[in-house]
């Protein structure tokens, strides 16, 4: 009965709301790993707190959580040992051995050359700057689809420092190898510059009674620096990189004023000193302002939870995912124009599985200024205290092209919203 009820599930097509048709989305890429059982794979590097930097990977037997490092190719100066990997299961998958290990102090701007498990293969990363400028690519709602591989094409041909992800990974759907060959897929990105993402729909992949709580691949692969930002959950943290601080913000766990996650997010920004870090940016799954007919409202309870919160900490961006398409608007608060809000950019148009989000409301509302529904990427270069360059790209064309394009002025520069430390303070105040 169980049997059939997975089978069931692996086999029952993705939820698609009846307002909106996709086109054809195109066909996933399953990749199976070839190498010998005890070799390294679905390497992946994240931000672990000043100066550090974690490296991830699965071995399929038990081995040492160990990373060798240094600067020069083949000659491992250092090395940094882990806790000993884990393994999860979910019904009757058995997960590989998950090893996670904090290297560091790193120089800034360096190239490492670096390999796990005291073997395997050669990997290199860059760190990122330790001031600006510094560039960082965004896609949501990635999946592993051609046009996934388009979109990481893309994302790779022209340099950058972060990738962020605004949720949706694997689309694995509670098909666990699906996680397996989606580490594969972003391997070559994600081991040569850290992926800090946030979990969307797509990751929840609870069931009841056995696992109620969801997020049992996704917390025990993707592991966050969620300790080092001192919250008491992956779902939600914060880093500092360059002179920006990003709120990696969860849209599917608590975010009422009673929870972990707002209270959290409150002693955070407490914490933030706009004088070292000028540029403050959000990512959420969810969209709290989106004109499409896809996931209307969905974001809403989570916009008057916390958009106060955003508003009052003058965060410059706000980037989303889960509608397939891009969008980006004004500076908006509490659904009107207004020039100290941030501004809302939705870019959930990654390349899975699902296809795009075709249907706009109309007449275009005033503070929607620009949204197409394309697989694409976004770049956002952050110039200096004062100045940065939004740009979005389509996966049709060559990076040359620019789709949509917006110079952005910090709102700590702007005379009218420079009120933003007595805000905090009272922001503080409440606590
Ligand atoms: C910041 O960058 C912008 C865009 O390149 C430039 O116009 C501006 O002069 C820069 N500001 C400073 C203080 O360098
Ligand atoms: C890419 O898609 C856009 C939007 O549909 C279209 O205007 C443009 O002509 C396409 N470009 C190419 C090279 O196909
Ligand atoms: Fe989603």
Redesign the pocket.
């Known amino acids: 009965m169980l049997l059939l009820f997975l089978l069931c599930l692996a086999f029952a097509p993705p939820v698609v709301s009846p307002e909106y048709t996709r086109p054809p989305p195109r066909p996933v890429i399953f990749r199976q790993f070839k190498g010998p059982e005890s070799a390294p794979q679905q390497v992946h590097i994240s931000l672990a707190g000043k100066d550090y930097m974690r490296v991830s990977w699965i071995t399929e037997e038990k081995s040492q959580s160990v990373v060798e490092y240094g600067k020069a190719a083949g000659q491992y100066s250092a090395s940094a040992t882990g806790e000993d990997s884990m393994s999860y299961r979910y019904f009757f998958y058995t997960s590989g051995e998950i090893h996670h290990v904090k290297i560091g102090p790193l120089d800034p701007s360096t190239t490492y050359y670096y390999r796990c498990s005291g073997g395997g293969p050669e990997f290199t990363f860059r760190t990122p700057p330790s001031a600006f400028p510094i560039e960082f690519a965004v896609a949501g709602d990635l999946g592993q689809t051609e046009w996934t591989e388009s979109t990481l094409a893309h994302v790779g041909s022209r340099d950058y420092d972060v990738f962020l992800l605004p949720g949706d990974l694997s689309y694995a759907d509670t098909q666990q190898p699906l996680w397996d060959s989606f580490g594969q897929l972003v391997e070559p990105y994600a081991s040569a510059r850290p992926w800090m993402v946030t979990e969307g729909n797509h990751e929840i992949e609870t069931f009841p009674i056995i696992y109620p709580q969801g997020f049992t691949a996704y917390n025990a692969r993707w592991l966050m620096p969620y300790q080092e930002s001192n919250s008491q959950s992956n779902l939600y943290y914060s880093f500092d990189v360059a002179g920006a601080h990003i709120l990696m913000l969860g849209s599917y766990t608590d975010f009422d004023a009673d929870s972990d996650q707002y209270a959290w997010l409150l002693a955070d920004l407490a914490t933030v000193d706009r004088s070292k870090t000028p540029w403050l940016f959000a990512l959420i799954h969810a969209p709290w302002y989106n004109t499409n007919s896809a996931h209307k409202g969905e974001g809403e309870t989570m916009r008057v939870a916390m958009e106060n919160i955003l508003y009052n900490a003058r965060v410059d961006v706000v980037f989303a995912g889960h509608v397939h398409a891009y969008e980006r608007f004004t500076r908006v608060y509490d659904n009107k124009a207004d020039q100290c809000g941030p501004i809302h950019v939705t870019i959930g148009d990654g390349g899975n599985r699902e296809g795009l989000a075709m249907t706009f409301e109309s007449p275009t509302p005033s503070i929607s200024m620009f949204r197409?529904p394309?697989f694409g990427h976004g770049r956002l270069r952050v110039l200096n205290n004062t100045h940065a360059h939004w740009l979005w790209h389509?996966n049709?064309?060559t990076n040359s092209?620019t789709?949509d394009e917006i110079w952005l002025e910090s709102l700590i520069s702007s005379t009218h919203c420079n009120d933003f430390a007595t805000l905090s303070k009272s922001t503080n105040d409440e606590l």
């Open positions: 197409e394309s389509r049709n064309d092209v789709a």
